[in-house]
């Protein structure tokens, strides 16, 4: 199945618990906006256009939980349900991006309180299946740049799980294997959560593409002996001048790959290119729970002294000077990227 979906016979929304891997795979099923808004903070759902989705359908369960008596109240409703939504991850402008993408879709919505909810629930599953075709276009774009027998560090998880289905970063890994090319993939655990280890791995397993888990810290001595050709990576939200907000590390992979020359790629949908923003320093990172640096265990006991304190920034800027392009779903960009982002995402399709 998808990383989540629409249950057209239960009306609910399905989607795979992803704490729960490699472990099991395990679906869980919601019918209130609230239950989907926790598991997005939980990370049940987790990865930028996936929450995007997910918000967009906790929406539409919102809609089809309400009894409002007619349409202004129920856009009032559903107004207040996407603020509760937004606020579950403050840092992927997708989630924004998919509520507000639906809210200005019902803002002028002449029908009954029946027809607003169906039209709600049509525009999130637009969303949704626009999410794979994207991703496969961005998938064939971004393939164009890896060559037979490149190794590339990857960071987090930017595949199937990710997204709705296919993947940003590691969709293109995936599209390039399967044209043929002998690729390796070196991937970053991605402390604390471990979305590399856990999930890419996962993932990688099932294409059958080799890889190999190394410690996040282990990226620079790889990068600096020549062994690595390309890093990829997807993106939380950019700002107009291509500073990339992404998983916690990035920073410091980017900063290594550029200091050995080694070429760069961000992977993102124009979802999640943030106009608005001038420059990476304005984009909000999560801080999450100190518990998810603090839960490490070694041989089943804590790592560290009781009462240890920790930081938990989930997300960093990479500054766009790191990056070698950007690849979209409307082509491949290049610097000066205050100029090319603004025109890939004017483009009218
Ligand atoms: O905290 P997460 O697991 O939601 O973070 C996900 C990432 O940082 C991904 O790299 C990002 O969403 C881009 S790929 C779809």
Redesign the pocket.
Known sequence: MRTLEWDYQKNLLKMIDQRQLPGELCIVSYSDYRQVTTAIKE?VV????A?GAAAAFGLALAAQQSSAKNVETLQKELTKAAEKIQAARPT?VNLTWALHRILSNIANYRGDVQGMRKAVLVEAQKIADEDVMINKRMAEYGAALINDGDTIIH????GAL??VDW???LGVIRTAFEQGKRLHVLVDETRP?L?GARLTAWELKQYGIPYEIISDNAAGHFLSRGMVQKVF????RMAANGDVA??IGTYMLALAAHRNKVPVYSVVPTSTIDLSLAHGGLIPIEERPQDEVLNLQVEGKSVFPKGAKARNP??DVTPHQFLTAIVTERGIVYPPFRKNLKQVCNIKT
């Open positions: 990370m987790r990865g930028a256009p929450i992927a960071h987090c998880n930017t990710a997204t993947g940003t970063a959560r979305q990576f997807g993106g939380d992404n998983k989930a997300f």
